[in-house]
């Protein structure tokens, strides 16, 4: 009898185990708990799989990793050293685009289950990450995708901190960003991959994709890339029926006005991922197709991910490799700033459907429309080259004083080497002042974001103290360091406000006492006299008195060195 009921339990936990993988084909998506509850029974079956928890999320429950092997072998040390490749699958990020989640059920029992899948493993691990946002995961609704074509009810794109998980990879204000980092730099994967809806145009595809912006790529992945990996993916979703094209970012309203290539800077998972040579890819299912038509999309194309990663795994891995010691030894160009080139382009075969537009029965106005009665196959532009508009050498070394705590910690998360100075050490470096810089005045992600700004520099010695840390820029994490410690590069840890009490001025003067020593500063310096001069005459100050006054305070030699002074310091030789 007792074996009879436990026979019985198995059978009913292996239908509500097929029930939740199946949900998508009913329209619906699987609860977060739902989602675990899956992976913790195929952990419990398949010895080849394994669920990890990893740090926190914003609302307090650990995000989780799965890891599915063809040889239990779970020691990423190992796993490398087999010359194995190791994919990272990131679900939910924006709660509201649950396809991967879903999706990535079903993957994971076939991979584990279904032999010509399992064979696939014998060159790639796979991770997955479940449910990443959790806390949007958890704020369910109906609605809030309002161009969605399902599922009927779904988490909310932000999380806890009603931040945007997808533009916090360098400010990192979310306890799930951290953690996520902390997996990335664990597992150190070849390739990652993060599951998205799309928004936007109307057109045939069910799957689009983004690859990290190639020209932004270590050059000998990116040659890889183009070369090898996009024809391959290409051709494994046309023979799954599932042909995708790029993603459509429309250079005007409509896709045939041409396609842009999306650029996507360190703040996005692919471009920070980017920073570290690993090759990241968003998939876009086609939000206007039905739910199970975007899950099976996902599925199709996170298989063909595996599948090309088996076929081209030591190419994979002698590129990471190769890209990995390129930059540590990289001395020039570092590019902090990118534009896109109109002049140049590539034609491809695009499917969409005739737009046109008609009155809207509200405003009366004209209103867009696609109209799927008329499909067209055409060639269109697709602009995908960025030039790099900014860059700067790498110094020999930075040298960040450990009062910047915060950004010390981040760098610290992203296993950036750093060595902490044995005593009280005067060195002679580089120092930048920020002369100009715009602020966003709004918030936004949290920050009140600066941007276009304008650095002078000049050479001083500087008392560093016992503690104080020097990053070499002779590591893996050269990209990542310059790209953010560079205020001018577009997601610097100075633009995402983590230095902005460096920018003011401390102290001042009363005029009536400053008087008598700004006289005495003018006849010891006659080239600082006759610069006053010029300044008043330039400005017109000859009836402000003030202004003068404040001119000689803060160009004299007493004036306080730290205004302005961004205090990440360049060491251009050794001391
Ligand atoms: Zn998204």
């Known amino acids: 009898m007792k074996h009879l009921l436990a026979i019985f339990i198995i059978l009913s936990l292996n239908l509500r185990a097929q029930e939740v993988k199946n949900k998508y084909l009913e329209n619906k998506t699987v609860t977060y708990k739902e989602c675990i509850n899956f992976y913790q029974s195929l952990e419990k079956k398949y010895q080849t799989a394994k669920l990890f928890e990893f740090g926190k999320t914003d609302v307090g429950i650990p995000l989780h990793l799965f ?37 990535c059920l079903g993957l994971s029992e076939d991979l584990l289950s279904k032999k010509e899948l399992t064979q696939l493993l014998n060159n790639v691990v796979v991770c997955i990450i479940p449910f990443y946002n959790i806390d949007g995961a958890l704020n369910r609704g109906c609605c809030s995708r309002a161009n969605q074509n399902g599922p009927q009810d779904y988490g909310f794109r932000a999380n806890a901190k009603n931040l945007d998980l997808n533009r916090d990879f360098i400010k990192c204000d979310a306890q799930n960003t951290s953690s996520l980092i902390e997996i990335i730099h664990q597992i150190n994967p070849h390739i990652f991959v993060d599951t998205h809806i799309s928004n936007g145009a109307d057109y045939s595809y069910n799957m689009t994709l983004i690859n990290t912006q190639h020209n932004k790529l270590n050059p000998i992945l990116s040659n890889y890339l183009n070369n090898k990996m996009l024809p391959s993916l290409k051709q494994e979703m046309k023979l799954k029926n599932n042909e995708m094209c790029p993603y459509v970012e429309t250079l005007k309203e409509t896709p045939d006005s041409g ?3 999306f650029l996507e800077t360190p703040r996005f998972a692919t471009g920070y ?20 038509t975007q899950v099976k999309a996902t599925y199709d194309l996170l298989l063909s991910f595996i599948s090309t990663m088996d076929k081209q795994h030591t190419d994979i891995i ?26 140049k382009y590539d034609l491809i075969e695009f499917r969409g459907y005739e737009a046109g537009y008609k009155k809207s029965s509200i405003t009366n106005l004209d209103r867009l429309y696609y109209d799927r009665l008329k499909p067209y196959s055409k060639k269109i532009k697709y602009f995908n080259h960025y030039v790099a508009n900014d860059s700067v050498n790498k110094p020999m070394a930075y040298i960040i004083p450990q009062a910047w705590s915060k950004v010390i910690a981040l760098l610290k998360l992203n296993k950036v080497s750093m060595q902490a100075l044995q005593n009280d050490t005067n060195i002679t470096v580089n120092c930048y002042y920020v002369d100009d810089y715009k602020t966003n005045p709004k918030p936004y992600e949290g920050h009140y974001v600066h941007s276009n700004v304008s650095l002078k520099s000049n050479t001083q010695s500087i008392n560093f103290y016992k503690g104080d840390y020097i990053i070499w820029c002779n590591q893996n994490a050269n990209r990542f360091i310059v790209e953010t410690l560079e205020p001018k590069a577009i997601d610097s840890y100075f633009n995402w406000n983590y230095f902005d009490s460096a920018l003011q001025q401390k102290e001042w003067f009363s005029d009536y006492v400053y008087e008598e020593t700004a006289e005495r500063i003018l006849k010891e310096d006659p080239q600082l006299k006759n610069e006053l001069e010029q300044y008043v005459k330039d400005k017109k100050l000859e009836n402000n008195h003030w202004e003068q006054l404040a001119w000689i305070f803060k160009h004299a030699p007493q004036y306080e060195k730290t205004a302005f002074r961004y205090p990440v310091f360049r060491l251009e030789q050794q001391y």
């Open 67 to 103: 890891m599915i092997t063809n040889d239990k072998d779970f020691d990423i040390s190992s796993i490398k050293n087999k010359q194995k490749t190791i994919l990272l699958i990131n679900n939910g990020i924006h709660a509201g685009e649950p396809c991967g989640v879903d999706a």
């Open 259 to 261: 396609l842009v290539g």
């Open 273 to 292: 991922t980017a920073l570290h040579n690993i090759i990241g890819f968003v998939t876009e299912a086609h939000m206007l197709k039905p739910y199970p």
């Open 318 to 343: 002698e590129f990471k490799k190769k890209a990995d010691e390129a930059v540590a030894k990289k001395q020039v160009y570092f590019a902090l700033n990118w534009t896109l080139d109109f002049n």
